[in-house]
Every structure is written in structure tokens, then in C-alpha cells.
């Protein structure tokens, strides 16, 4: 008896090793505008794991979370411009629609979501195209990162071989 719920125990042990090991860890980004002004971004890290991401695993043209598990957060702790749009400081959400040749980020003023399905349109604050690039090799672990540029940082999605950017200044 104590065999086996040595080995039941084992086994429990082992299968959340091994889900733990699968999961997307989390992650966070964060920009420093200067002035004590800045932007977090706290997001899910999924892996390629061999899979194709755009157009696959992620389908084009459709409302994607923009990383794994809840929904991807965006704070601001000033007024900011996003792709040229206003942005007020405040919690966000931001989500995107790929496509192979261009991408559209989604800010929405809705948070605390799981990310999918997507639901949350009478919440958006904006639509912003976002240029799209290849990457010269491709990234295994989605990343968001910042980027300094100029009097802002710039917002880099990074996976597969591809990034998906935008700009982003204070007001």
C-alpha cells in the first residue's frame, strides 16, 4: 500500500513538473518615457515549439490575445500617443489582428479578461496599424519589448520571424 501512493504520489509530482514545463511564463516589458513617466506591460510568453505561428497556430486577420493565458496588460502613467493616437494614462488592454503583410493593435479600456474569445469591441479606445518586419532568425518565446527612440520607446511584438512595432511618445 505505501508502494503505491509512493508511486501515485510520484506520478502527481512528475505530471506537474512536466505542465509546469509546458505552461507560458510570465513576462513584462516596460518603457521609461523620462520625467517619471513610463509604460508596463505584463504579458504571457508562449514558445514556437516548432509550430507555425502566423496563419497558423495564429490565424490571420482575427482578434488575437497577443501572447498566451489573460489578456495582455498595458499601463500608462502619463498621457501618451500611440501610433499617433491619444492615449490617456490609465490600465489597458491590448490585443492585435495579424495579417501577413500588416498588423493592427487593439487598446481596449476593458482589463481583468482571460484574453479570448474576443468580445470586448464597444470597449476599444483605438485601432492602430503597426509596421511588420522580418526578423533576421527566428525567436522561439514571444516577446514584447521597448525599444528608446527619440522622445518615446517603441513597442516591438517579437515571435516567429516576425516583429510587429509602433511608436509611442508622451504628450
Not at 505505501?2 to 505552461?23: D, G, P, S, V, Y
Not at 518615457?33 to 502566423?54: F, H, V
Not at 489573460?70 to 500608462?76: D, L, P
Amino acid at each position: 500500500m505505501q508502494k503505491r501512493i509512493a508511486l501515485l504520489t510520484f506520478a502527481i509530482f512528475t505530471l506537474t513538473l512536466f505542465a509546469a514545463a509546458q505552461a507560458s511564463p510570465p513576462a513584462s516589458a516596460s518603457c521609461d518615457l523620462g520625467g517619471g513617466k513610463s509604460i508596463k506591460t505584463d504579458y504571457s510568453s508562449p514558445r514556437a515549439k516548432g509550430r507555425k505561428i502566423y496563419g497558423g497556430l495564429v490565424p490571420f486577420g482575427e482578434v488575437w490575445r497577443t501572447g498566451a493565458n489573460s489578456a495582455t496588460t498595458f499601463v500608462t502613467s502619463a498621457d501618451i500617443n500611440v501610433g499617433g493616437k491619444a492615449v490617456t494614462a490609465g490600465s489597458y488592454t491590448i490585443f492585435t489582428v495579424p495579417t501577413a503583410d500588416k498588423w493592427t493593435l487593439i487598446i481596449n479600456k476593458k482589463t481583468g479578461e482571460w484574453g479570448i474569445p474576443y468580445k470586448y469591441e464597444s470597449d476599444e479606445l483605438a485601432r492602430i496599424d503597426m509596421k511588420v518586419s522580418k526578423l533576421p532568425s527566428p525567436v522561439e518565446n514571444f516577446t514584447i519589448s521597448y525599444a528608446k527612440s527619440g522622445a518615446g520607446c517603441t513597442l516591438q511584438i517579437d515571435w516567429e520571424a516576425t516583429r510587429a512595432s509602433v511608436d509611442i511618445t508622451a504628450k
